[in-house]
Structure formats: C-alpha cells, structure tokens
C-alpha cells in the first residue's frame, strides 16, 4: 500500500513542473511568432501603374523569380538599410496629374507586413498600400537599383 507522502508532489517539485511547463508555453509561443514572420501573407496594395511597369521591368533585368519576390526584396532593403528616410521625402510621382492605381496582388512575410505596418504608424502614413508607394517610389525615382535588386538578402531576418 502507498502512502500519501510518496503520491504527493513537494512544493520545490511542483514548482519545478510549473517552471518547466511556463518554458515550453514559451518556447511554444516564441515558435509560433518565429514562424508566422516566415509565413508568406497574401496582401493586394493598390499602387500606382507605373510601380507594377518598374518592377516588372526589375523582375526581367535582375532575373528576379517574380514580382512578389521583387517586392520582398524593396521591403527587406528598407529594413536592412533603416531607410526610414524614404517615408519623410515626398516623392509624389503623380502630383498635379492623373493618378492611374491598380491591385498589386502579392504575397510578403509577416515581419515584412509588421515592417509597414510599423511605418506607416510611425511616419504617420494614410494607408499601408502608401506605406508600400512610398518604398517602390524610393526604389523608383531615388535607389540604387543594384544594391536593391542584386544583393541576396535573409528574407526573415529581423
């Protein structure tokens, strides 16, 4: 017959199993955030025509799989870059004339989304579909092409 005493837990046991268990919902929940950043999200921007011109003129010059991965990679160099600055110069290509937008379906990682998300709050943007104007606009009219585009960046690297 077994006695109450070896059934039972000690508090330092209990405390252990708490510890152990508050661990794995952390390592669990670190996981998930980690794998969500990787997670490619489907986004539709409205842009301008000539923004979907210039990457498909990018995609073909650089040999660039797609126009998803041509905007990833715009995206990644303004995080690597901290081109913040690109969010404070106006560079309206459209001031003064007929604005021409269209849907630019695509699919970006979720640090990336979080990236413009974070942007737009932070440089007090209108829209995120401006936040993502304003880095083809940069990329457009001000970047280095070469730099953007050839350098083979970590997609999800913080």
């Keep these: 017959r077994r006695r109450k005493e070896d059934i039972m837990a000690s508090p330092q046991e209990i405390a252990a199993a708490v510890a152990v268990g508050g661990f794995g919902l952390l390592f669990i929940s670190h996981y998930r955030a980690k794998k969500a ?3 490619l999200c489907d986004g539709a921007y409205e842009v ?8 498909q003129e990018m995609v073909q010059k650089y040999k660039i799989p797609s126009m998803d991965k041509a905007v990833r990679a715009l995206i990644q160099y303004s995080r690597e870059a901290n ?9 309206c290509n459209t001031c003064g004339g007929k604005k021409n937008k269209k849907i630019l ?6 640090a990336q989304k979080e990236f413009l998300q974070e942007m737009q709050e932070q440089h007090k943007v209108k829209t995120l579909d401006k936040t993502l ?7 457009q009219r001000d970047g280095d092409r070469d730099e953007m585009f050839k350098v083979i960046r970590c997609k999800t690297c913080a």
């Design 37 to 39: 950043e990787k997670t």
């Design 48 to 55: 301008e025509e000539g923004h979907i011109t210039f990457l």
């Design 83 to 91: 081109k913040q600055d690109l969010f404070v110069k106006k560079r």
């Design 105 to 110: 379906a695509i699919k970006i990682y979720g």
């Design 133 to 139: 104007r304003c880095i083809l606009e940069f990329a």
